[in-house]
């Protein structure tokens, strides 16, 4: 379709050749509909109004466009070569109307168009199921996945970069709708090659206060940093702590070439490290994380988020 000559505008098509006409896409309907159906009386009736009114709006277009669409005879009537154009023109426009039409109804379903959506580490092994079960009913919407530490999507939530985001429970609740996922226990991480000397199936804290660790660093509006140091704290035990970093995959790296152990949520732990790393439960331990589903409050969300919520069992 040759869309580049024709700008549509309030209703009416701006055609642009050497000169510049308007036409209102009602008459290219009306004009559309008397060459299909033949005359204007079997036009009248399927367009449901008077022949009179239409036609006066084939008159009106034709003066409009300065020329003479349809000659008209006693019984018989034919199109001019400009008529013939405008008839060729109004199939495309219309279909493509049409097709707009179909598209924005789509998009306002919930069933085309795009979602926008976070994902931080600790919610990163619910999410390939999510999508594969979303996809299923809805194939035809973009997902944009944005991934980073939960003080990052928080960000992309307030700026409406995102509409909803999978990640641990900020401290702050107020602005967000939440949904809660299956809570996490906390776990040790540990190389592998030191698990094998530790020979035990679970550890306590003191335990792991004898390790070199290596500590999430702390991130505005969440807890987790502090409530780590928290557990160390109760039980009245200093942390050796010798690197500090945000990102979880770093902090996994630096645990699989040795350099520490690590206290984090089960969820964080990456599969791809099995062999170089080894997880043990935290005996003496009972506070979990909550991953979950957040969302700003008081906003308009669309459907397709309303969609992919429902598919979050």
Not at 39 to 54: D, F, G, R, S, V
Not at 99 to 126: F, N, P, T
Not at 139 to 145: A, E, L, T
Not at 230 to 250: A, G, R, T
Request: proline share 4%; with cysteine; aromatic share 12%.
């Amino acid at each position: 379709m040759e869309y580049e000559k024709y700008i549509i505008y309030n209703n009416v098509i701006r055609f642009s050749y050497d000169w510049v006409i308007s036409v209102d896409i009602r008459q290219l309907k009306y004009f559309k509909t008397i060459v299909d159906e033949g005359n204007i009386t079997h036009a009248a009736e399927k367009l449901h109004m008077a022949q009179p009114p239409l036609s006066q709006q084939l008159k009106k277009l034709e003066q409009e466009l300065k020329t003479t669409l349809i000659k008209r005879y006693k019984s018989e009537w034919e199109l001019t070569e400009t008529g013939i154009t405008l008839y060729r023109h109004a199939n495309q426009i219309l279909s493509a109307m049409d097709y707009i039409e179909q598209e924005i109804r789509d998009i306002e379903d919930g069933v085309k168009g795009s979602l926008s959506i976070g994902i931080s580490s600790s919610c990163a092994k619910y999410l390939p199921k999510i999508i594969y079960a979303y996809r299923k009913n809805y194939p035809n919407v973009f997902i944009h996945v944005y991934k980073g530490d939960s003080s990052y999507l928080e960000n992309l939530l307030v700026n409406r970069k995102i509409e909803l985001a999978l990640m641990l429970l900020p401290s702050n609740l107020l602005p967000y709708e939440v949904k809660r996922l299956k809570p996490e226990p906390f776990t040790v991480v540990m190389p592998a090659k030191w698990y094998e000397k530790f020979n035990k199936t679970s550890i306590t804290l003191k335990e792991a206060n004898d390790f070199p660790i290596l500590m999430l660093g702390s991130m505005e509006g969440f807890s987790l940093h502090e409530n780590i140091l928290n557990f160390f704290s109760e039980k009245q035990l200093v942390p050796n702590i010798v690197l500090e970093c945000k990102d979880i995959f770093s902090i996994l790296n630096f645990v699989s070439e040795e350099i520490g152990i690590a206290i984090l949520p089960r969820s964080e732990v990456y599969e791809i490290f099995n062999n170089k790393i080894k997880t043990l439960p935290i005996n003496d331990l009972v506070q979990f994380v909550q991953p979950s589903i957040v969302l700003l409050k008081n906003v308009q969300h669309s459907k397709a988020a309303h969609y992919f919520l429902n598919t979050i069992v």
